[in-house]
């Protein structure tokens, strides 16, 4: 399994687009410690994976995890605060994703702006 690509967002925090369970242990060899899904389950219908799912997989590879969904369009300044402290407390370096990593982006943007 390949990875999406990885857009920088800083030195150690990169936006991708959706992920797979597979991919969690890809990304801890990668040399990531934690991961962020900004979607929201079963946004995307029956063959996305679960955050739950996710979850387990990056437990299971020695990933911190959190989900922190967000809807495509507007990510409000409460979810910004929530985006930013978890960037703040989580062992970096951080992958953040979504369905194409955009939102993700822009969340990480408005976090930084706090």
Known sequence: ???????????????????????????????FKSVINNRPDHE??????????????????????????????YQSPEEAAQFRSLLDTLPRPILVFCRTGTRSGKLFQAAMSI
């Open 1 to 31: 399994m390949s990875l999406p690509a990885l857009h920088n967002l800083s030195p150690d925090v990169c936006a991708t687009a959706q992920l797979d369970a597979a991919a969690m242990a890809h990304l801890a060899q990668a040399g």
């Open 44 to 73: 995307g219908g029956p063959d996305q994976p679960t955050s739950a799912t996710l979850e387990g997989a990056a437990t299971a590879a020695g990933l911190a995890y959190a989900h922190l969904p967000v809807a495509p369009g």
